[in-house]
């Protein structure tokens, strides 16, 4: 199995920079052609959203769909897959940032009833604790 940088992801979804594009599609080609995975640690699919949404002015509506199409793919190994779908419907259906869902939903695995935060787009969120 490799592992995947976000840089690599957003070039091979976005085709901006068409020779690193080529590169990414091509590795990720040949892995999946060999029976390989190709590994995204929740960090990346974080990073993927903020980097999509910030410099590519992609919309909520859009990144979920991306974001459904990555797990989708069976090419694609990731931490918990499970948590990770968790998180996305709470985006999906909340006001929060992917990553704080996907910070809850881990916190949440791991034994934590709760995550506290400061960010008040989560305090109607049960497994948030606003202060």
């Not at 974080?46 to 002015?57: F, H, I, K, R």
């Amino acid at each position: 199995m490799i592992g995947l940088d976000t840089n690599v992801l957003v070039r091979y979804l976005t085709y901006d920079e068409p020779h690193q594009a080529a590169k990414a599609a091509r590795e990720i080609e040949t892995a999946t052609e060999r029976g390989e995975h190709m590994f995204l640690a929740n960090i990346v699919l974080c990073e993927l959203v903020w980097v999509l949404e910030d410099a590519y002015g992609y919309k909520r509506k859009d990144l979920i769909a991306i974001l459904e199409k990555i797990l989708r793919t069976s090419q694609f190994a990731f931490e918990d897959k499970d948590v990770i779908w968790r998180a996305l419907r709470d985006f999906q259906t909340s006001k929060g940032d992917f990553s704080d869902y996907l910070i809850g939903r881990t916190n949440q695995k791991g034994g934590c009833s709760q995550t506290l935060t400061f960010d008040r787009e989560l305090k109607n969120d049960d497994i948030f604790r606003v202060f």
